[in-house]
């Protein structure tokens, strides 16, 4: 729906799409207790906690975890606003992008990013992550494949919308750039997007001091990484 119909919508109807599709996946990991939810396991030490991409912090509420420090990071304002309002006082949320979050270094111990790595510009993000962790602090994130790049294309062609189609072009010649050069550049309004697989990440993230690898859960490509040191 948010994506099919962006061109037609205000503003404040993308806000509230956008909240309505936290909410919803808030409920139905809720309804089955967390059992559908592709979340990364947690540890007894994993004391202080950054989720990117939080939306409304829905995540640290499946987990059950927010005896602990939760910091949620969203770079959508009225998610943000909508998780301060019903959850500030369990979570503590900042508006910002992945790339610039204000904690101090080496304080975090577990970083996950659940369906929003393929919107950040992940090599400065990485270098954000390392950052943040504690040495031995673990990183967790979910890709996006370069299949559902092409299905994104396919669907932009079927539904003959042409910025659509451009953009589709861009995503999968982003994903080449990281793969191939190791960077990425932003869409015409600054925004990332891009398709990732399991070698480029494992590459990037062992070249910034990470001990990484690539797993399957819930039948999705999950990579992750313990920072072995800060060097
Ligand atoms: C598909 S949603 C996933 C939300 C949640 N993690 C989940 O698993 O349901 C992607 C989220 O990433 C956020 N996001 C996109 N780009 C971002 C960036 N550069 N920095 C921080 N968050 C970003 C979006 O605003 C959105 O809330």
Excluded at 58 to 80: E, K, P
């Amino acid at each position: 729906m948010i994506e099919e119909n962006i061109d037609e919508m205000s503003e404040d109807t993308i806000d509230e799409e956008k909240i309505k599709y936290h909410l919803r996946d808030l409920k139905t990991a809720l309804n089955k207790k967390g059992e559908d939810h592709l979340l990364p396991d947690l540890l007894p030490t994993d004391q202080t906690i950054v989720d990117i991409g939080c939306g409304l912090g829905q995540s640290f509420l499946v987990l059950g975890c927010t005896d602990r420090d939760c910091i949620g990071v969203d770079v959508h304002g009225a998610s943000i606003a909508y998780g301060k309002e019903k959850f500030g006082d369990k979570i503590r949320f900042h508006h910002t992008d992945a790339s610039n979050i204000p904690e101090p270094d080496g304080t975090v111990d577990l970083i996950y990013a659940c369906v929003s790595i393929p919107y950040t510009n992940i090599p400065r993000v990485i270098k954000e992550i390392k950052r943040l962790l504690k040495v031995k602090g673990r990183v967790w994130m979910t890709l996006h494949s370069r299949d559902y790049a092409r299905e994104q294309l396919s669907i932009a062609i079927h539904n003959r919308r042409i910025k659509d189609f451009i953009h589709k072009i861009y995503l999968i010649m982003n994903g080449y750039l990281l793969k191939w050069f190791g960077f990425l550049i932003p869409w015409l309004n600054g925004d990332y997007e891009s398709w990732q697989d399991a070698d480029t990440m494992i590459r990037l993230l062992t070249k910034n001091g990470f001990d990484a690898s690539q797993s399957i859960q819930k039948d999705h490509l999950v990579i992750t990484g313990v920072l072995k040191s800060k060097e």
